[in-house]
């Protein structure tokens, strides 16, 4: 059975647009490559970040949300680690409510602006 997961990663601040896309596909690839299921994938852009990582203030932040065996998770993290391009990535279990929240948030469910023109 496969589980649902997602994963936050942020990328080196220095590359080029296309540099950070061919990161993130490859990311994708991998996971498409060991059976995953990719149900969404955001790149929020450069953020700045909390604290300073490898004395950089600023980083790529990419989410890519996905179904797939746990062993699948572990070869995509163990790929994180030796991508010397990735500051910092989490992966969490999500449980039926955060797959819910995930759908409601990607449908526009929490976007006021339009629920207020909605109602205007």
């Known amino acids: 059975m496969l589980n649902n997961y997602e ?5 080196n601040p220095v590359l080029s647009d296309e540099q950070m896309k061919d990161a993130v596909g490859s990311y994708e690839q991998l996971l498409k490559d060991n059976g995953a299921e990719i149900v969404n994938l955001e790149m929020w852009g450069l953020k700045k970040l909390a604290y300073a990582i490898q004395h950089k ?5 990419n989410l890519i949300e ?5 062993k699948t998770v572990a070869a995509l993290e ?13 992966t969490v279990s999500l449980d039926k409510h955060a797959v819910e929240y995930n759908a409601r948030r990607k449908s526009g469910a929490f976007n006021k602006k339009k629920k207020e023109e909605a109602a205007a």
């Open 7 to 11: 994963t936050v990663f942020i990328l």
């Open 57 to 61: 203030s600023t980083g790529f932040y």
């Open 78 to 90: 163990i790929e994180f680690k030796r991508d010397e391009k990735i500051m910092r990535f989490l």
């Open 66 to 70: 996905f179904k797939a065996d746990p």
